[in-house]
């Protein structure tokens, strides 16, 4: 893929994603209508320290950061206009629209709002936790929503028109996003949208094997937790 300096601004359309990958493996997905700035990127190979802030003006990212050493300070920052979200090594989502929301689904994530004054607000997200930030302070940790039932969905289908999922609403949630890819990271995806409703509608795909990922978001815009189903069209 193609190299992106510090200071690159990045915007992603409908149905488009962008998966960038630093040199420890750690990898941020830019989901669709999506809007990011490279703040500061610094690899030192020689002493295995890095320092990485990507700013979220809009849109949706998923992180999933390598784990530093404990001596190392918090490398990965991912900035809103509301909050400041740092990180060791951990599998994390922001998501920016006015408010910012963050959920944690492996490891813990430093939640920070400065402030104009001398103090900073601040607070820890364990894994399962998830937040909103917005001008007006921080909000109340909230648990996850669980991933969403997918078992009951075909595994095989012959070639549609149209490709439908449908599966059992969750309660407290207001939007579902998904995605289709073909490799087991789900770094190469084929579709990336959302719905208002349980359910995700596309084009029929080629013959092959593919990998579907949903996951829920609450009435505040918390990231839930992702489950996935292979299925297989021929």
């Known amino acids: 893929g193609d190299s992106l300096p510090e200071g690159s601004r990045v915007r992603t359309g409908n149905n488009s994603y962008l998966s960038l990958e630093f040199a420890d493996g750690t990898v941020a997905r830019i989901l669709s209508n999506t809007s990011i700035r490279l703040e500061l990127i610094r690899e030192n190979s020689a002493t295995n320290q890095s320092q990485r802030i990507i700013y979220l003006e809009q849109g949706n990212t998923d992180i999933s950061v390598t784990p530093a050493s404990k001596r190392t300070p918090n490398h990965f920052k991912i900035i809103t206009p509301q909050a400041v979200a740092a990180v060791r090594g951990t599998r994390f989502t922001v998501n920016a629209d006015g408010t910012s929301a963050t959920s944690v689904t492996q490891g813990k994530v430093q939640i920070q709002q400065p402030t104009t004054g001398k103090h900073t607000l601040e607070t ?69 949208a959302s719905s208002s409703t349980a359910s995700a509608t596309l084009p029929s795909l080629e013959d092959g094997e593919y990998l579907l990922a949903v996951r829920a978001l609450d009435l505040q815009g918390i ?12």
């Open 223 to 234: 990231s839930g937790y992702e489950a996935q189903h292979r299925f297989t069209i021929h």
């Open 124 to 192: 820890q997200l364990e894994a399962g936790q998830g937040i909103t930030v917005t001008d007006d302070g921080l909000g109340k940790v909230q648990p996850l929503l669980a991933a969403p039932d997918l078992s009951h969905l075909p595994t095989t289908l012959s070639e549609p028109e149209l490709l439908q999922f449908d599966w059992s609403g969750l309660g407290g949630s207001r939007e579902y996003q998904y995605r289709i890819a073909q490799d087991e990271d789900m770094q190469q995806i084929l579709w990336n």
